[in-house]
């Protein structure tokens, strides 16, 4: 059973899903718009086929987000935004952070980000007030990109906007008017069809079609990031055979040259970037583990080997070298014909014109008649 929305704002049971719901896209989380840009670019499901109800047994979405919407600003955008807020929207609403969280508690005498202004004062709304109001009110609350997700690149060292995630600003046991969890989908930025898969299987629960997405400890969805870039990767084989590339033009597996893969939760290797082309290894690049919440303080200098790497490709050498030359003898076996095939004047097949399935000439038949002798 879902939840619906009454007069006011307050939550009623509703049994049968939803026939209409609102997705609030805000984008001024510490961030480069670059999610919503990179989520345009998915064709399973593409964003104007959720929007245009091409996608069966979904509700109706009505999409707010600065990046696509035909509106050029100013009250008229915000008006569904400071409708909800005030609990008057009058359906449920699906609330999406793009960018870092940043501590409002430390910015002086000013802000680090807005969106809109204050009808009464004027003053700038920081994107805090906005989540203090919509995210508690929400039915679902997604966080698109590694720097809603963890925080990422805004939130590294050094950084003095004390910027996070949106689960370290809620609470990692926060829970929706839906009652899910925060749903993160990492990415820097987000692959467009895991964005799009996740958010439209929370659409098909908020239609009451289907459970919620699975998600793991660290609010991810398990069937996207379950596996490590490494398991995906088309270079693996030559990791196991301790055959490593030197530099970037390299086919071969990356590790020494900085790639994180064996131990990145990440799909892309295998899902590609754009209609399954693409993806960092695929396309000559490392992996620089732009999904994972220690990103980046734990991965850089992105061009060094990581500090695993020196021991396991150490380890594996004798073994990939053995390897490595038993399949060089089986594939060159492999890649010759049997002798029998030429032009010559006699037939070296080992054919018997007199042989045939327990025939006279069947050694299986002959051995049967030793055995059968008084």
């Known amino acids: 059973m879902t939840q619906g929305v009454g007069g006011g704002g307050a939550v009623i049971p509703h049994e049968h899903g939803f026939d209409e719901i609102t997705i609030l896209w805000i984008s001024e989380g510490m961030s480069c718009d670059g999610d919503s840009v990179s989520m345009t670019a998915s064709d399973q499901p593409a964003i104007e086929d959720v929007v245009l109800g091409l996608i069966p047994g979904l509700p109706k979405v009505n999409l707010h987000n600065k990046v696509l919407s035909p509106a050029a600003g100013g009250e008229e955008f915000l008006a569904p935004y400071r409708a909800a807020a005030r609990g008057e929207l009058g359906q449920p609403f699906?609330?999406?952070?793009?960018?870092?969280?940043?501590?409002?508690?430390?910015?002086?005498?000013?802000?680090?980000?807005?969106?809109?202004?204050?009808?009464?004062?004027?003053?700038?709304?920081?994107?805090?007030?906005?989540?203090?109001?919509?995210?508690?009110?929400?039915?679902?609350?997604?966080?698109?990109?590694?720097?809603?997700?963890?925080?990422?690149?805004?939130?590294?060292?050094?950084?003095?906007?004390?910027?996070?995630?949106?689960?370290?600003?809620?609470?990692?046991?926060?829970?929706?008017?839906?009652?899910?969890?925060?749903?993160?989908?990492?990415?820097?930025?987000?692959?467009?069809?895991?964005?799009?898969?996740?958010?439209?299987?929370?659409?098909?629960?908020?239609?009451?079609?289907?459970?919620?997405?699975?998600?793991?400890?660290?609010?991810?969805?398990?069937?996207?990031?379950?596996?490590?870039?490494?398991?995906?990767?088309?270079?693996?084989?030559?990791?196991?055979?301790?055959?490593?590339?030197?530099?970037?033009?390299?086919?071969?597996?990356?590790?020494?040259?900085?790639?994180w893969g064996p131990v990145i939760n990440c799909n892309v290797p295998k899902r590609g970037w754009m209609g399954g082309v693409g993806g960092c290894p695929n396309v000559g690049g490392i992996c620089i583990a732009c999904t994972m919440p220690g990103f980046p303080d734990k991965f850089m200098p992105f061009m060094d080997m990581p500090p695993g790497g020196s021991l396991s490709t150490l380890m594996i050498k004798p073994y990939g070298a053995l390897i490595r030359r038993l399949r060089g003898i089986t594939n060159a076996t492999a890649n010759r014909e049997p002798k029998w095939h030429h032009n010559g004047p006699a037939l070296t097949s080992g054919y018997n014109p007199r042989w045939r399935p327990y025939g006279p000439a069947d050694p299986r038949r002959q051995a049967a008649r030793e055995r059968n002798k008084p």
């Open 94 to 259: 699906i609330l999406v952070i793009e960018g870092s969280i940043p501590n409002e508690n430390i910015n002086g005498d000013g802000y680090w980000t807005s969106f809109g202004n204050d009808e009464r004062t004027g003053e700038p709304l920081t994107l805090n007030w906005w989540i203090d109001r919509l995210a508690p009110r929400a039915w679902a609350v997604v966080a698109a990109g590694t720097c809603a997700t963890y925080g990422g690149i805004h939130a590294m060292a050094g950084n003095p906007t004390g910027c996070m995630g949106l689960a370290d600003y809620l609470g990692w046991d926060f829970r929706s008017q839906g009652g899910l969890p925060i749903v993160n989908v990492p990415g820097c930025p987000i692959q467009p069809e895991n964005f799009m898969e996740t958010l439209t299987w929370v659409l098909y629960h908020a239609a009451g079609s289907a459970p919620p997405p699975p998600l793991d400890s660290l609010l991810r969805p398990q069937w996207l990031f379950g596996k490590t870039v490494h398991e995906g990767c088309d270079r693996a084989a030559y990791y196991e055979q301790a055959d490593f590339a030197k530099d970037y033009n390299s086919p071969k597996c990356q590790v020494k040259i900085g790639c």
